[in-house]
């Protein structure tokens, strides 16, 4: 059985009144889509400590009271490499900083009911839902080597 490498990730959903903050990613995977903001933790920070620095880089703000509502694991191909990927998921309800595009990222607020999930990636079309109604979660995904969604699976927790 190969040993496969490990990369954690985050992702964060922001949350005013009654609109929940996306952006349309600007490059590399997932370009084109409407996603969370977060990107991959570097060595020697926490998880909390990537994920407030990844979403200051990418639009501009920075979390102020958040929490984790999702832990996924993805058996995935990153870059041509069969690697182990753990996506750490926050809901923000309080941050601080002026909203901006970057060259990665396009953020737009959408109403809760008006969110364009056909613009969405396979998976988001999932646990998206779940973490909207805060509920915490857990899950796997594994993909292809075209990232094609082989098998899923999802559960509601108490704690993660």
């Not at 964060?12 to 995977?29: A, P």
């Not at 999932?126 to 805060?134: Q, Y």
């Amino acid at each position: 059985m190969e040993e496969l490498r490990t990369l954690n990730t985050t992702l964060t959903l922001f949350y005013k009144n009654d609109e929940v903050l996306l952006g349309e990613k600007k490059r590399g995977f997932a370009k084109g889509a409407l996603i969370g903001i977060g990107g991959k933790q570097d060595k020697g920070e926490t998880i909390e400590q990537a994920m407030i620095r990844e979403c200051y880089e990418e639009i501009g703000l920075t979390p102020v009271d958040f929490y984790l509502v999702g832990k996924i694991h993805f058996d995935t191909w990153y870059k041509g490499e069969h690697v182990n990927m753990y996506m750490h998921i926050f809901n923000c309800t309080k941050f601080k900083g002026e909203l901006c595009e970057t060259d990665e990222m396009r953020p737009h607020w959408y109403k809760m009911d008006k969110i364009p999930y056909e613009k969405m990636l396979a998976d988001d079309l999932l646990w998206t839902p779940i973490a909207l109604k805060g509920q915490r979660f857990v899950g796997q995904v594994v993909f292809d080597k075209d990232l094609h969604m082989l098998s899923h699976n999802f559960e509601e927790v108490e704690t993660i």
